[in-house]
């Protein structure tokens, strides 16, 4: 079973990354008209998702500035590196 696997693996790859590849490049399964940015795709069959999830009551934290989600996501990762680091001793 360890010698035939990573053959079978490998293959699947080699295989599934030029399609892969081509699809992407040929824009084959794209709905014509709809341009759809990253996770828009998720909400656009809701009727009003924008009011639903951009609405007047929805939490703000008060700042739109990506480097500040970027620092705190990467903190409390590292935090929990080190936390779980130190547990493994």
Avoid: Q, V
């Amino acid at each position: 079973m360890n010698s035939w696997l990573p053959k079978i693996s490998l293959l699947a790859l080699i295989i599934i990354l030029p399609i892969s590849f081509y699809i992407m490049y040929n824009g084959i399964g794209l709905i014509e008209g709809l341009d759809f940015g990253p996770g828009n795709y998720y909400y656009t069959d809701i009727p009003g998702w924008e009011n639903i999830f951009f609405g007047k009551n929805n939490a703000r934290i008060g700042t739109d500035h990506p480097l500040l989600f970027f620092t705190l996501f990467f903190g409390w990762g590292f935090i929990c590196y080190k936390f779980l680091s130190w547990l493994n001793k």
